[in-house]
Protein backbone atom coordinates (compact mmCIF):
# COMPACT_ATOMS: atom_id res chain seq x y z
CA UNK A 1 0.00 0.00 0.00
CA UNK A 2 0.99 3.86 -0.69
CA UNK A 3 0.39 6.28 2.04
CA UNK A 4 0.94 9.97 1.67
CA UNK A 5 2.13 11.90 4.54
CA UNK A 6 2.63 15.66 4.54
CA UNK A 7 5.06 17.42 6.26
CA UNK A 8 5.64 21.04 7.74
CA UNK A 9 7.85 22.87 5.69
CA UNK A 10 10.91 22.62 8.30
CA UNK A 11 10.73 19.37 8.30
CA UNK A 12 10.73 19.32 4.32
CA UNK A 13 13.83 21.83 4.45
CA UNK A 14 15.36 19.79 6.63
CA UNK A 15 14.51 16.72 5.03
CA UNK A 16 15.08 17.79 1.19
CA UNK A 17 11.42 16.01 1.00
CA UNK A 18 8.54 17.67 -1.09
CA UNK A 19 5.48 18.65 0.96
CA UNK A 20 4.31 15.50 0.60
CA UNK A 21 5.65 12.09 0.53
CA UNK A 22 4.74 8.75 -0.17
CA UNK A 23 5.80 5.58 1.23
CA UNK A 24 4.84 2.22 0.55
CA UNK A 25 3.74 0.00 3.24
CA UNK A 26 3.17 -4.51 3.60
CA UNK A 27 1.12 -4.98 6.46
CA UNK A 28 -0.69 -3.35 8.82
CA UNK A 29 -0.34 0.54 8.51
CA UNK A 30 0.25 2.28 12.06
CA UNK A 31 1.51 5.17 13.04
CA UNK A 32 4.67 3.42 14.16
CA UNK A 33 5.09 1.58 10.57
CA UNK A 34 4.41 4.71 9.07
CA UNK A 35 6.90 6.52 10.53
CA UNK A 36 9.76 3.95 10.09
CA UNK A 37 9.44 4.13 6.55
CA UNK A 38 9.41 7.71 6.29
CA UNK A 39 12.62 7.71 8.33
CA UNK A 40 13.91 4.76 6.27
CA UNK A 41 13.41 6.90 3.12
CA UNK A 42 14.92 10.53 5.07
CA UNK A 43 17.32 9.67 7.78
CA UNK A 44 17.42 13.21 8.52
CA UNK A 45 14.17 13.00 9.99
CA UNK A 46 15.68 10.54 12.44
CA UNK A 47 14.31 12.11 16.40
CA UNK A 48 12.42 14.90 14.87
CA UNK A 49 9.20 13.95 14.91
CA UNK A 50 9.99 10.98 17.25
CA UNK A 51 12.64 10.61 20.14
CA UNK A 52 15.36 8.59 19.36
CA UNK A 53 15.41 6.45 22.25
CA UNK A 54 11.70 5.60 23.10
CA UNK A 55 10.36 6.66 19.53
CA UNK A 56 7.33 8.28 21.20
CA UNK A 57 6.15 11.38 19.63
CA UNK A 58 8.00 14.66 20.46
CA UNK A 59 5.78 17.29 22.19
CA UNK A 60 5.48 20.03 19.99
CA UNK A 61 4.76 17.44 16.98
CA UNK A 62 1.40 16.34 16.29
CA UNK A 63 -0.31 13.63 13.89
CA UNK A 64 -3.95 14.18 12.07
CA UNK A 65 -5.26 12.26 9.36
CA UNK A 66 -9.65 12.43 8.25
CA UNK A 67 -10.28 15.27 10.45
CA UNK A 68 -9.16 13.54 13.68
CA UNK A 69 -6.13 14.34 15.99
CA UNK A 70 -4.05 11.03 16.27
CA UNK A 71 -1.46 11.79 18.13
CA UNK A 72 -2.68 10.64 21.56
CA UNK A 73 -3.28 7.19 20.23
CA UNK A 74 -1.53 4.04 20.41
CA UNK A 75 1.36 3.96 17.57
CA UNK A 76 0.22 0.49 16.92
CA UNK A 77 -3.52 1.43 15.96
CA UNK A 78 -3.96 0.77 12.96
CA UNK A 79 -4.64 3.49 10.79
CA UNK A 80 -8.03 5.09 9.04
CA UNK A 81 -9.13 2.91 5.74
CA UNK A 82 -8.74 5.93 4.04
CA UNK A 83 -5.43 6.73 5.00
CA UNK A 84 -4.28 3.17 4.40
CA UNK A 85 -6.01 3.54 0.86
CA UNK A 86 -4.05 6.45 0.09
CA UNK A 87 -7.39 8.52 -0.42
CA UNK A 88 -6.52 10.97 2.84
CA UNK A 89 -3.13 12.38 4.05
CA UNK A 90 -1.53 11.40 7.00
CA UNK A 91 -0.58 14.89 8.68
CA UNK A 92 2.66 15.52 10.83
CA UNK A 93 2.20 19.21 12.37
CA UNK A 94 4.52 21.15 13.74
CA UNK A 95 3.08 23.03 16.97
CA UNK A 96 3.75 26.17 18.07
CA UNK A 97 3.51 27.22 22.10
CA UNK A 98 4.32 31.09 23.47
CA UNK A 99 2.81 33.75 25.01
Known sequence: MTVRIELPASL???????????????????Q????DAL????PALQG??????SKRRRPFVRFFACGTDLSHRSLDEV??????????????VGAIAGG
Open 12 to 30: CSLAGAPREVRVSLDGPVT
Open 32 to 35: RTLL
Open 39 to 42: EASY
Open 48 to 53: TIRDHG
Open 79 to 92: LPLAVVEGREVFMV
